[in-house]
Every structure is written in structure tokens, then in C-alpha cells.
């Protein structure tokens, strides 16, 4: 397996313009998460899917920010308008259901987005 | 709030010394405990574990203590090479909820 998937890995934009990261979990894993690195919070839960079912979003930072998940193969997650301090590392990270390891996520490369 | 904290951002060891990396966290109902480790433009990958019905877990080089009356978990690394240099995450979970520290950066200097 290739591991989790990310893109793009790099992101410039403008304020306000809509910036969408893509994630494509390990196949069969049950649960997706999106996590946020900054310097100052580290890595931050934004929001995790159980089965495509968005299960808590409590970690998104305003409406600004919204996330999907289709299929089990597929996430999304957008930030429209974009603001600077949205600026960050994010990542998304897929684990298992049931078996060994249940409580270890795997973590795609990232994207590193900045916001001009 | 934050839940896990890692209150050393950053830690510098000579090679071959041994490395301790601190965590310490809130929440009395985590019962699973992780360290992480992330190079460069690269994601966390998983380096060792623990269940909270333990107190210490080794993997080679890698040893985790668990201290459940004081909330507190270490990472211990002997010895320490030049290739360890990267930011270690410490994480404590229950269920679904996993929480993350904010990392230290470890510097093993040749």
C-alpha cells in the first residue's frame, strides 16, 4: 500500500481565495482524520470521519473551514476565504477499525499551505 | 485546552548519550499513550506505545515509562544516534480521541 496520500504538497495563494487539500486514506481503514501543525498548537485535531460520516468537527476553527468525505477513498477539506493565519502544515491521517494497532494513525506527508 | 503537553520544545544530546524526551497530560481517562516521530517535510510515523495497564514499554533502543499518578509519560532513547534528530510527538488517547503534544525537537549532535 502506498500509504495515506496527500495533495498538493505545497500550497501558495492569496487571501481570500478557496483552498481545497485532498486526502486518499489507506484502503480499508475505517477512520480519517484532519490535524493542523502550527508552531505555536502543534499538531491540532480539526476533524475525523468514522465510515464518511464526519463524527467531530469540534476542532474546525470557523465556518471558514469545511470537510468531506464522499467514499472511503476520498476527503476533502476546504478553506474558503482563506485568511494568513490559516497558514500551516495540515495533515491527514487514516486507522484501522478493529485489530492490532487500532489506536495508531498514519499519517500522509502533509501540505504545507501558505496564505499570502 | 491542551490536554498532552511537551514542555521542552527543544532538546540537544551528544551521540550516544541517552535521550529523554517528557510529556505530561490532564485528562485521567487516556488509557493509551503513543510517542511519534517527524522528519522534515515528512509525516508523523508511529514509534512506540503504551497501554495504561503498564508502566513500561521497550523496543530496542526506544523506552517508554508511564507514571499514571503523575499524568506524566517520558521517552527514552540509548543510545543516541545522529539519525534520532527529528521532532517527537507525544500522544494520549481514549477511543477515538487522540490528542497531541506539541512536539520537542531532538538534536543528536555526532
Known amino acids: 500500500d502506498a500509504g495515506v496520500i496527500q495533495s498538493p504538497r505545497h500550497e501558495v495563494t492569496e487571501m481570500g481565495q478557496e483552498v481545497t487539500l485532498r486526502c486518499k486514506p489507506i484502503s480499508g481503514h475505517d477512520y480519517l482524520f484532519w490535524y493542523r501543525q502550527t508552531m505555536m498548537r502543534g499538531l491540532e485535531l480539526l476533524i475525523y470521519f468514522n465510515n464518511n460520516v464526519p463524527i467531530d468537527d469540534s476542532g474546525m476553527p470557523e465556518d471558514r473551514f469545511s470537510a468531506k468525505m464522499p467514499n472511503a477513498s476520498f476527503s476533502t477539506l476546504k478553506i474558503q476565504p482563506s485568511e494568513p493565519r490559516d497558514s500551516a502544515v495540515y495533515f491527514c491521517?487514516?486507522?484501522?477499525?478493529?485489530?492490532?494497532?487500532?489506536?495508531?494513525?498514519?499519517f500522509g506527508p502533509g501540505t504545507r499551505l501558505t496564505v499570502l | 485546552d491542551q490536554q498532552v503537553k511537551q514542555n521542552s520544545p527543544s532538546l540537544s544530546v551528544q551521540e550516544g548519550r541517552i535521550s529523554i524526551l517528557n510529556c505530561d497530560y490532564t485528562?485521567?481517562?487516556?488509557?493509551?499513550f503513543l510517542w511519534y516521530k517527524k522528519y522534515p517535510a515528512e509525516g508523523p510515523t508511529f514509534l512506540i506505545s503504551i497501554s495504561s495497564i503498564k508502566d513500561k514499554n521497550e523496543d530496542g533502543r526506544f523506552t517508554v515509562f508511564l507514571n499514571k499518578s503523575a499524568k506524566h509519560l517520558s521517552l527514552h532513547i540509548v543510545p543516541s544516534q545522529p539519525g534520532d534528530s527529528a521532532v517527537y510527538f507525544c500522544a494520549a488517547s481514549v477511543g477515538w480521541d487522540m490528542r497531541f503534544g506539541a512536539g520537542t525537537r531532538l538534536t543528536v549532535k555526532p
Open positions: 485528562n485521567s481517562m487516556f488509557d493509551y
Open positions: 491521517a487514516s486507522r484501522p477499525g478493529t485489530g492490532v494497532l487500532t489506536d495508531t494513525q498514519y
